[in-house]
C-alpha cells in the first residue's frame, strides 16, 4: 500500500528554507521523502547537511540567483518537482500616512518578484505534473491594519499564483498559494505590533496565532500527488478567523 502524501522521488526548492515555515516545510519534505534544495539569503550550508538537504544561497530578488537556486535542484538530484516560494518579509508596522515608496519597493521586491522570478524559471525548468506554492496571507485576502505595502505585497500573490495557474497548465504544473494569518515566527514578535498580535490572540476563535508545523503541514498537502485537482487557490488557514467573530470575542470587546 503507498504512503498518503508520499513525496518519494519527488525534487523541491524551498526558498527563505532555512527558518520559520520554510524550515519546517524543508523537514516535512525530507520526512515524506524528498529531497531537497534550500534556497535562503543566509549562509546555512551546515544547517542543510545536518537536515539531508542542499543549499543554495539565494536571493530572491535577484532572477539569477533565482534561476541558479532551481537549476541546482536539476544539477544535484536530476529534476525539479516542487517549488515553494515562501521567501518573505515585511517594512515594519506603520500606517498608510507613515508610509513611504521604499517599503512597498522592498516589499514587492521580495514578496512578489521572488515569487515571479521562481515561477518563471520553473516553467522552463519543472517536471510536468509539478506543483509550485507561494506563500501569501490573510493579508493577501483582507486589509491589514498599519501593514498596507505587506498587504499590497500579498495580494499581489495571490494574483501571480492564480494567473501562474492557467499560464503554466499546459505542462500540467499546479500553482496554489496558502494565507496563514500570524505564524508563531520571529517575524511575528517584532517591536511595534504588540498590540496587534494580542488583539488578534484575542479575537481568533482558537485562541492563538499559528504554528510553522502547521502551515507546513498545508504546504505538503498542495504539494503531493493526492491533492492533483487543486489548482489556482489561495487557501486561508486561519483558525476559523474568517467564519466570524466568537461569543467571548464579544465580550472582550463589550467590556
Not at 111 to 118: D, E, L, P, T
Not at 185 to 205: D, F, R, S
Request: net charge negative; charged share 20%.
Amino acid at each position: 500500500m503507498s504512503t498518503l502524501f508520499s513525496l518519494e522521488g519527488k525534487v523541491a526548492v524551498v526558498t527563505g528554507g532555512a527558518s520559520g515555515i520554510g524550515l519546517e516545510t524543508v523537514k516535512r519534505f525530507l520526512e515524506a521523502g524528498a529531497k531537497v534544495v534550500i534556497a535562503d539569503l543566509h549562509d546555512a550550508p551546515a544547517l542543510a547537511e545536518e537536515l539531508g538537504a542542499s543549499f543554495a544561497q539565494t536571493n530572491v530578488t535577484d532572477d539569477q540567483q533565482v534561476r541558479a537556486a532551481l537549476q541546482s535542484a536539476v544539477d544535484i538530484y536530476g529534476g525539479l518537482d516542487i517549488l515553494v516560494n515562501n521567501a518573505g518579509v515585511f517594512a515594519d508596522y506603520k500606517s498608510i500616512a507613515e508610509t513611504q515608496k521604499s517599503d512597498f519597493d522592498f516589499c514587492m521586491a521580495v514578496n512578489v518578484m521572488g515569487a515571479v522570478y521562481g515561477i518563471k524559471h520553473a516553467e522552463e525548468l519543472m517536471n510536468d505534473g509539478g506543483s509550485i506554492i507561494n506563500t501569501s496571507s490573510a493579508a493577501g485576502l483582507n486589509g491589514a491594519i498599519k501593514l498596507s505595502s505587506y498587504a499590497a505585497s500579498k495580494h499581489a500573490v495571490v494574483g501571480v499564483t492564480k494567473t501562474a495557474a492557467l499560464e503554466l497548465s499546459h505542462k500540467k504544473i499546479r500553482v496554489n498559494c496558502i494565507c496563514p494569518t500570524t505564524v508563531n515566527t520571529p517575524m511575528a514578535h517584532t517591536e511595534g505590533g504588540e498590540h496587534l498580535l494580542e488583539a488578534e490572540k484575542c479575537a481568533n476563535p482558537l485562541g492563538r496565532i499559528c504554528e510553522p508545523k502547521e502551515i507546513a503541514a498545508q504546504i505538503h498537502f498542495l504539494a503531493s500527488n493526492d491533492c492533483g485537482f487543486v489548482n489556482g487557490q489561495a487557501l486561508m488557514i486561519d483558525g476559523g478567523a474568517s467564519a466570524g467573530t466568537t461569543e467571548q470575542a464579544f465580550e472582550k470587546l463589550m467590556a
